[in-house]
């Protein structure tokens, strides 16, 4: 279901003409709705940010809505120059590399990682594959970080020169950049000792269908879509309270199929939680 056939819709179950300004608000309340009662795994997202080293925030995306996980790793590039066959490279920089890091970049051999690290001469445990020239990157494993709230990290980590890897992290609030503004930033604790890239996997509010025309919801579960934006728009009229409540109950019913979707099959396989089997006499 797209906008057009949705706003179709709701004038002919509601038997009423509404200004689109009005229509518009009925939608955007009923996918607000929607979107805060289940988190389906289509609605989620995954973007890389960095933290810098003495910088405690982290600024959230703009489409933030809540969070799944947050996770750093080390993330470290330079220059280096090596010969093909051998497990040695020679790094211009050998700052923030550590044994067991992956490597990558022009020459370097598939799934190679530090063994060893003497100046800036890095053994690995590949041969080049080629000739080494250019950048190579250095990335550690992934660490997810714990949600606690912002006084745990306040009073665990109080001094931010006492810097180290992260453990921690809470949402901290909005920005403050000559102004407030409504966008989220992240603290982490303790304080970065070092640069590293930040994973957030998080929960996101999508494009209106009022603007982008076509959604996953629209497409996907239009039952849920279209009552709850009945049920607006009879609020709105004032209408019968007999049609509001059928209009309610059908919502309940879609919204319950969307949670089952969302909080159920999306988080669960058959393998370790069984398929659902209905008893039978």
């Known amino acids: 279901m797209n906008y057009t056939e949705l706003v ?23 996918e607000q709705r929607i979107y805060n009662t289940a988190q389906p795994a289509n609605l989620r997202k995954n973007v890389t940010g960095s933290l810098s080293s003495g910088n405690k925030y982290l600024a959230a995306p703009g489409d933030f809505l809540s969070v799944y996980s947050l996770a750093i790793y080390p993330y470290n590039t330079t220059t280096a120059t090596g010969t093909s066959g051998q497990k040695t490279i020679v790094v211009a920089s050998a700052t923030g590399i ?23 001469t890095i053994t690995l445990t590949v041969a080049n594959s080629n000739t080494v020239s250019g950048s190579v990157v250095f990335q550690g494993d992934y660490l997810y970080l714990l949600n606690k709230d912002v006084n745990f990290i306040r009073e665990a980590y109080p001094l931010s020169a006492f810097a180290s890897e992260p453990k921690h992290y809470a949402i901290f609030g909005p920005t403050v950049l000559g102004g407030i503004t409504n966008e989220l930033t992240f603290i982490v604790g303790p304080t970065p000792d070092s640069s590293y890239n930040a994973e957030l996997h998080y929960n996101y509010y999508p494009e209106s269908i009022v603007t982008a025309g076509t959604t996953w919801l629209g497409d996907n579960f239009d039952s849920v879509l279209l009552y709850g934006t009945i049920c607006e728009a009879l609020v709105y009229m004032k209408g019968d309270q007999g049609m509001l409540t059928v209009a309610q109950e059908r919502y309940v019913q879609a919204i319950a199929l969307y949670k089952n979707l969302s909080d159920g099959k999306q988080r669960a396989d058959a393998y370790r939680d069984g398929q659902v089997r209905t008893a039978v006499a």
């Not at 550590?98 to 800036?120: D, F, L, P």
């Open 98 to 120: 550590a044994v067991g890091q992956q490597v990558t970049g022009t020459g370097i051999g598939t799934n190679s990682v530090v063994r060893s690290i003497a100046g800036t």
């Open 8 to 30: 179709t819709q709701v004038g002919d179950y509601c038997e009423n003409s509404f200004p689109t300004d009005n229509m518009n608000v009925f939608i955007r309340q009923a």
